[in-house]
């Protein structure tokens, strides 16, 4: 059975950092691309962050690019979003999710609130 | 960016009856589209990619049509459990963009 079981979440202050992990487990994790997606509350989902099986690609949303950045350990199957920064707007649940293009597999979300 | 617009934003139609949520994308992005439901205190579970086809267990009532930039997803008859927020996304071209969703409520 596929597994994705996000942690690191918490409140954090404006400007402050936070670094989100994400266990998969079932799957052979080193052969996927791992995308983090976000949903700020009572809002739509927004695509975060994407790395390739063997870390050789790698994007970003606009709306992080350069405060944020997205690793794996595949010897350990994990992924990472570093998030340094924070701003209010990052107020979201944090899902890790295994892509194939589309998301068959979602973590069940880790809450990061930025406030003062 | 590809832009995806969906519609309507609400749909209330009671158990039993059918229900088409649409999807719009501002570009041509062939059949690269897949939809979701969200139930709410979940994460997003997914139903249809490559534009039509069924995901792993999901109920031959769920259908999805459409390429280029037009989609629907069809509901065929309503059951309790499928009222949801259903979002739409387009993995053509990065970055991945979702629709802003489509809440399905009864009627």
């Known amino acids: 059975e596929v597994q994705l079981v996000e942690s690191g979440g918490g409140l954090v202050k404006p400007g402050g950092s936070l670094r989100l992990s994400c266990t998969a487990s079932g799957f052979t994790f080193s052969t996927y691309s791992m995308n983090w997606v976000r949903q700020a509350p009572g809002q739509g989902l927004e695509w975060v962050s994407s790395?390739?099986?063997?870390?050789?690609?790698?994007y970003y949303a606009d709306s992080v690019k350069g405060r944020f950045t997205i690793s794996r350990d595949n010897a350990k199957n994990s992924l990472y979003l570093q998030m340094n920064s924070l701003r209010a707007e990052d107020t979201a649940v944090y899902y890790c999710?295994?892509?194939?293009?589309?998301?068959?597999?979602w973590g069940q979300g880790t809450l990061v609130t930025v406030s003062s | 960016e590809i832009v995806m617009t969906q519609s309507p934003a609400t749909l209330s139609v009671s158990p039993g009856e059918r229900a088409t949520l649409s999807c719009r994308a501002s570009?041509?992005?062939?059949?690269?589209l897949a939809w979701y439901q969200q139930k709410p205190g979940q994460a997003p579970r997914l139903l249809i990619y490559g534009a039509s086809t069924r995901a792993t267990g999901i109920p031959a009532r769920f259908s999805g049509s459409g390429s280029g930039t037009e989609f629907s997803l069809t509901i065929s008859s309503l059951q309790s459990e499928d009222f949801a927020v259903y979002y739409c996304?387009?993995?053509?071209?990065?970055?991945?963009?979702f629709g802003q969703g489509t809440r399905l409520e009864i009627k």
């Open positions: 999710a295994r892509e194939g293009g589309w998301y068959e597999y």
């Open positions: 570009q041509s992005i062939s059949s690269n």
């Open positions: 790395i390739s099986s063997v870390s050789s690609y790698i």
């Open positions: 996304q387009q993995y053509h071209k990065w970055p991945y963009t």
